[in-house]
Nanobody, 126 residues
Framework: QVQLVESGGGLVQAGGSLRLSCVISGRTFNRNPMGWFRQAPGKEREFVAT???????YYADFVKGRFTISRDRAKNTVYLQMNSLKPEDTAVYFC????????????????????WGQGTQVTVSS
């Protein structure tokens, strides 16, 4: 059974940093696209970042230059380094894994992913 478990969320002041981790168990996803999404209260889930099977990355405009997605294949873990956090970054952050390996472009829709974590809360105070 595939499980994705996020951690690293918390309360931070504006301008601060957090690093989210997503540990995957049940199978390896070393050649699968991975993504991070977020959902703020009263809003729809939105795309944040994705990393392709070959480690190329793509970001939503609102996090470019502030967030970095990466992966450690040996640990079957994906990270989201978040710097210069803003109050509007407050949300529950979800890790997602695409079931199919490889792929030819960046996957930015929730429906592109087959496995999801339970989410981790990030709260940025002003």
């Amino acid at each position: 059974q595939v499980q994705l478990v996020e951690s690293g969320g918390g309360l931070v002041q504006a301008g601060g940093s957090l690093r989210l981790s997503c540990v995957i168990s049940g199978r390896t996803f070393n050649r699968n696209p991975m993504g991070w999404f977020r959902q703020a209260p009263g809003k729809e889930r939105e795309f944040v970042a994705t990393i392709s099977w070959s480690d190329s990355t793509y970001y939503a405009d609102f996090v470019k230059g502030r967030f970095t997605i990466s992966r450690d294949r040996a640990k079957n873990t994906v990270y989201l380094q978040m710097n210069s956090l803003k109050p509007e970054d407050t949300a529950v952050y979800f890790c997602a894994a695409r079931g199919a390996r490889y792929g030819s472009y960046w996957y930015r829709q929730g429906s592109d992913y087959d496995y999801w974590g339970q989410g981790t809360q990030v709260t940025v105070s002003s």
